[in-house]
């Protein structure tokens, strides 16, 4: 089976750098998503690493390592809108690709 | 307008009601889901369908059935509601085999009483 694990909460200062981590458990891999969610909002996609590295998109980045299974989703600068929860996400092994299997969220707040 | 809407987006009914929650999209995209999300326990997977004749289930997908009438519409019916089916409920679409990156409507808020 797969499943992923992330923390549940991170408290972080406006202006600071937060680093989300995930570690993930899967029968196949093809990536790992991030995706943001305001209270009570839709989950939106920020990012998608499908090779190891970092990948940057302005103030969020992505890291993956294949080999330790491990991802995280770097913010810099954390602005007040920022809170928000942080979802993980790996595509499940299956039927025409499979389906996507999520994290149970990091609830990120950030103070003033 | 949004390109994944979802209607009703709050609904309160009673134990035993049949419900239906309906999810359209102006994306073209083929590739259409329920999810559910309870508090702590992120989203779940309920049912998807990678094409108007294709219907998969998910994790969860006891106590509820869906129908996809056309590429554009997806929607999920709770044949006969019960109190623990009270959660957020998420419909998403996708295109291809690019499942990484799901669009999601914003939600309809459910209430079995």
């Known amino acids: 089976g797969q499943s992923l694990e992330q923390p549940s909460e991170v408290t972080a200062v406006e202006g600071a750098i937060v680093q989300i981590n995930c570690t993930y458990q899967t029968s196949g891999f093809y990536g790992l998503s991030w995706y943001q969610q305001h209270d009570g909002g839709a989950p939106t996609f920020l990012s998608y690493?499908?090779?190891?590295g970092l990948e940057e998109t302005g103030r969020f980045s992505s890291f993956l390592s294949r080999s330790d299974s491990y991802g995280y989703l770097l913010l810099q600068e954390l602005q007040m809108k920022d809170s928000a929860s942080y979802f993980c996400a790996v595509r499940d092994h299956g039927n025409q690709g499979g389906k996507l299997i999520f994290g149970q969220g990091t609830e990120l707040s950030v103070k003033p | 307008d949004a390109d994944v809407t979802q209607t009703p987006r709050n609904r309160i009914t009673k134990t035993g009601k049949r419900i239906m929650l309906e999810c359209s999209q102006t994306k073209g995209h083929d590739r259409m889901y329920w999810y559910r999300q309870d508090p702590g326990l992120g989203l779940r997977l309920i049912y998807y369908s990678f094409d108007v004749k294709d219907i998969n289930k998910g994790e969860i997908s006891d106590g509820y059935s869906v129908s996809r009438q056309a590429q554009a519409k997806f929607s999920l019916s709770l044949e006969s509601a019960i109190p623990n089916q009270t959660a957020l409920y998420f419909c998403?679409?996708?295109?291809?085999?690019?499942?990484?990156?799901?669009?999601f409507g914003p939600g309809t808020r459910l209430l079995v009483l």
């Open positions: 998403a679409t996708s295109v291809g085999r690019a499942q990484e990156t799901q669009y």
């Open positions: 690493n499908a090779l190891d």
